[in-house]
């Protein structure tokens, strides 16, 4: 996206430097890093970062807004409705195609977003493993708003861990040492020292929950959840018995799980701005598109793009059985952008905002980036090709 960076860092990338780099990530956690990383990072011009950011703080107003919970209500599956929600989601994660528009200018086309973590742990010890072998100009950086890592650490303890003794905050997930993202669970830990606990090792004395380490018994007081439901859903029978964590329990969330849905692509059909595309609730189409071909059809709970048409058939809207719990939206077309040494790459940023409390809106404060050169963003789905993958955006100050 700035010719002359991207052009001098392709002149100066080696496959030996690439290698010497991945040695050095999977040194502190051999094996962690369950997905392939990125040959290159993204240059991203102030323009381009600040068309995002405007993007973001318009869906924010949204968010913001009275009566935004009442807005959402349906989003939450009656089932997967957690008791002692709080005023606003404590992070928040924005999803940017790189595209193109009309006259060939790069242009942000918001994809998803989440009221959920993501990789927040990794997004820290990334960079910087980065940073050893790879000359990145002085005037970028991957953090937002004047953060650097430790500014961006402190933050993160500040909102997850809440003043608590680290041994009574724990990081819960589904079989954590088995998830691709486990390299992050890992992170989290180095940096916070909260334990990482399963489901399955949860345990309920009245409303209070439980985890055992080295034979004691310890007392849950808040949860940084990295459970996603839909998961949850399709895994729940073969976990056999496990806590029934929607009920009311003493316990802090962070952020707590009901964010989840109601910012998502649930939300999306509610945004009016140029970098967010026409989305449609199923049920409130009135028409098929005749230009199908430029649209994708999407579930509203499916884990990891599961489940997403992405060449839409009349059909496919047909026989739909659930249709206000689909999204008819207008297809974002990534560009190909990224100069590799064989095709242009496309790529996705996921611009991430936390929340502090006391706060009346979120800030920007870090990123991360993946490059496809396949039909799906997703690094499962890039498996077998090069300058592909995980990735970071340096933003130009």
Request: charged share 30%.
């Amino acid at each position: 996206m700035i010719p002359e960076i991207r052009d001098q860092f392709n002149k100066n990338f080696s496959e030996e430097k690439y290698q010497l780099f991945l040695k050095d990530l999977n040194s502190k956690h051999p094996g962690a890093v369950d997905f392939r990383v990125a040959e290159t990072p993204i240059f991203i011009p102030k323009d381009f970062t600040n068309k995002m950011l405007a993007a973001c703080e318009s869906i924010i107003d949204v968010i913001t807004r009275p009566g935004f919970k009442q807005l959402t209500d349906r989003a939450i599956p009656s089932n997967e409705n957690v008791a002692n929600e709080n005023e606003h989601t404590d992070f928040i994660a924005f999803d940017f195609g790189i595209c193109e528009n009309e006259i060939g200018e790069p242009e942000p086309q918001l994809v998803e977003m989440q009221g959920f973590p993501t990789l927040f742990g990794f997004q820290a010890y990334y960079p910087k493993i980065l940073e050893n072998h790879f000359d990145i100009p002085e005037n970028f950086s991957n953090y937002m708003n004047g953060y650097d890592e430790g500014s961006y650490l402190n933050l993160l303890k500040e909102i997850i861990v809440n003043g608590f003794d680290p041994e009574n905050v724990i990081l819960l997930e589904i079989k954590p040492h088995q998830q691709k993202t486990r390299i992050d669970f890992y992170c989290t830990w180095d940096y916070l020292k909260i334990p990482i606990v399963c489901l399955t090792d949860l345990t309920r004395e009245g409303k209070k929950l439980f985890y055992k380490k080295d034979g004691r018994k310890i007392e849950v007081k808040r949860i940084y959840n990295r459970i996603i439901f839909d998961e949850l859903t399709q895994v729940k029978d073969s976990l056999g018995e496990v806590v029934d964590i929607t009920e009311p329990l003493d316990v802090e969330w962070v952020p707590h799980p009901n964010w989840f849905y109601r910012i998502s692509k649930f939300t999306i059909p509610f945004i009016d701005h140029p970098y967010v595309p026409q989305t449609f609730f199923l049920n409130d189409l009135k028409e098929i598109p005749a230009d199908l071909e430029n649209y994708v059809l999407k579930p509203l709970f499916s884990f990891a793009g599961q489940g997403v048409i992405i060449d839409v058939k009349k059909k496919d809207i047909e026989e739909v059985k659930d249709p206000r719990n689909w999204i008819l939206q207008r297809k974002v077309k990534y560009a190909d952008i990224i100069k590799t040494p064989d095709v242009p790459a496309k790529a996705e940023i996921r611009i991430l905002y936390f929340w502090e409390k006391g706060k009346a809106r979120p800030v920007a404060v870090n990123n991360l980036a993946r490059l496809s050169k396949g039909k799906m963003i997703g690094v499962r789905y890039n498996t077998k090709k090069e300058w592909v993958g995980g990735s970071v955006a340096y933003f130009e100050k």
